[in-house]
């Protein structure tokens, strides 16, 4: 318990140095990745796994490419199968070390999104503690399966949850299926309809996602999240 | 006619990274014009969002500048605080109007013309001054200093702001009337906001606005002010902080 406190203290120290020193407005964007199993199966030669490691790194040098998208953007990562962890806390791309993710176990989706509610609220709780602004965060849920372990109960409790935060603008999720995943399931999560992976064209969507994090800071007139098509990676 | 105020403005205003990377035009306008004794500044921000939001912002400047004037000159005498707050309220007013009405002529919905309005209008005696949305205003003290003029509407996100489109504009609208002349008023967008505005303190920041008037006070030809502002806007210094819009007008009594 002592220790725990001690690292929260360490980190709250970091945090407000690393804010003194880079006050820009933040978008947090928050990678929820299904590393079940299946994800790990042979797809015609390809592996989902791998193709997503792969498209960590690309998502990072994409970002990387922008300066301001680079001060702004902080990405962290929840890995999930039958348990949810926090693989990568938030932070901005400079210090992003794109985690190598192996397959295995099977699928409990409602401690995942739990954990990535809770994680993006304690991330703004620590802006506005640092007097740091920033725009709706993003939490991005990749998944190949359906709730396979998940009570009844836990799924209706974590969806309800997302879409009281989505139409409480508490943040912008969307929800990513890929070859094999129970869409009908997914599209059940939050308000907006979840996009099919086109492939296993993860690169493709790392570097739209990157292209619409850039753009995350125009003024809204509205409090929808206006977004450019998906065509190229996901199938419209 | 003469300028009997005594006020020069000043103003540039440039399109930011991130539109000059996407072809989209800026969507930032300033407007500003002495008249007699009265000078009348307008800075909008057409919302990057919406498709018409430059038409939106090049309305406002010039339809709450135009409302202010003709409201001023229609006072007979020199206006109190109360006069010169209902011409404030009253040109905000007719932006609104004129917005309704183009949306209705065009079938564009009234949003897809959002943008915020600063206005600003110096008397010999008082300065009044409203706001809808982001973006501010900054003055200069007695003391040597800077203080905020008004306060920018945010929602909890850092792109969420109040509109002159939006249905809440004039219960967000601020509008302030000060008994002074301040010798410097300084007008910006959102997309200077975080370079001159301490974040925590939400104040301005003092070297900034005085490195800035103190070169002023030095200037004499209009041209040559507003080409320098440009360039100030457009440089590395500003733009790797800033990839939107940016628009500073500075009006100085001389």
């Given at each position: ?46 592996v ?72 993006v609220?304690?991330r ?15 939490v991005w ?12 109960s ?62 995350v ?16 990676w996901?199938?419209v | ?16 990274s991130?539109?000059?990377?996407r072809?989209?035009?800026?969507q ?121 003029l ?51 303190t939400?104040?301005p ?26 360039g ?20 100085i009594?001389?």
């Amino acid at each position: 318990m002592v220790e725990q406190n001690d690292l929260a203290q360490a980190s709250s120290l970091e945090d407000s140095v690393i804010f003194a020193d880079n006050p820009e407005p933040r978008c947090a964007c928050l990678l929820v990745l299904d590393v079940s199993g299946s994800m790990g199966f042979d797809r015609n030669g390809e592996v989902p796994i791998r193709q997503l490691n792969d498209g960590l790194g690309f998502f990072k040098s994409c970002i990387e490419d922008d300066t301001l998208a680079s001060l702004r953007t902080e990405i962290g990562v929840i890995a999930f199968n039958h348990e949810a962890s926090v693989i990568h806390d938030f932070s901005t791309v400079d210090r992003f070390n794109p985690p190598t993710l192996t397959a295995s176990g099977g699928t409990i989706i409602s401690g995942a999104l739990e954990l990535a509610l809770d994680m993006v609220e304690q991330r703004k709780q620590t802006y506005r503690d640092n007097g740091i602004t920033y725009y709706r965060p993003w939490v991005w849920l990749i998944c190949d399966g359906y709730p396979e372990h998940d009570t009844p109960s836990d799924w209706e409790r974590a969806k309800a949850r997302v879409k009281e935060a989505e139409n409480d603008r508490q943040l912008a999720f969307f929800t990513v299926g890929v070859e094999g995943a129970d869409m009908t399931e997914l599209d059940s999560i939050g308000g907006r309809q979840a996009l099919k992976l086109q492939g296993l064209n993860f690169r493709e969507m790392f570097q739209w996602l990157s292209s619409s994090m850039s753009s995350v800071s125009q003024s809204q007139p509205t409090d929808a999240v206006s977004l450019s098509s998906p065509e190229g990676w996901a199938e419209v | 006619m003469v300028n009997r105020s005594g006020i020069w403005a000043y103003s540039a205003s440039v399109a930011g990274s991130r539109h000059l990377r996407r072809g989209v035009e800026r969507q930032d306008r300033a407007f500003h014009r002495v008249e007699g004794d009265f000078a009348i500044a307008v800075v909008s921000d057409g919302a990057g969002s919406a498709r018409n939001s430059a038409l939106g912002a090049t309305v406002t400047t010039t339809r709450a500048t135009a409302a202010a004037t003709w409201r001023m000159l229609d006072l007979a005498k020199s206006p109190t605080a109360a006069d010169l707050e209902e011409v404030l309220r009253a040109s905000v007013s007719g932006v609104r109007q004129s917005l309704e009405e183009l949306s209705r002529q065009t079938g564009e919905p009234l949003q897809s013309y959002a943008n915020t309005l600063l206005l600003a209008v110096q008397t010999d005696t008082l300065l009044g001054a409203s706001q809808v949305g982001d973006g501010g205003m900054v003055i200069s003290n007695d003391q040597g200093g800077f203080d905020c003029l008004t306060s920018p509407q945010r929602g909890e996100y850092a792109n969420q702001t109040t509109f002159i489109t939006s249905r809440e504009w004039s219960e967000n609208m601020d509008v302030k009337v000060v008994e002074a002349q301040p010798k410097y008023l300084a007008m910006f967008s959102d997309g200077l906001e975080n370079l001159v505005i301490e974040g925590a303190t939400q104040q301005p920041f003092f070297g900034f606005f005085n490195n800035v008037f103190q070169w002023l006070e030095g200037q004499s030809d209009p041209g040559r002010v507003e080409a320098e502002l440009s360039g100030l806007l457009r440089s590395p210094r500003v733009t790797s902080k800033s990839d939107d819009d940016i628009t500073l007008l500075l009006t100085i009594r001389r």
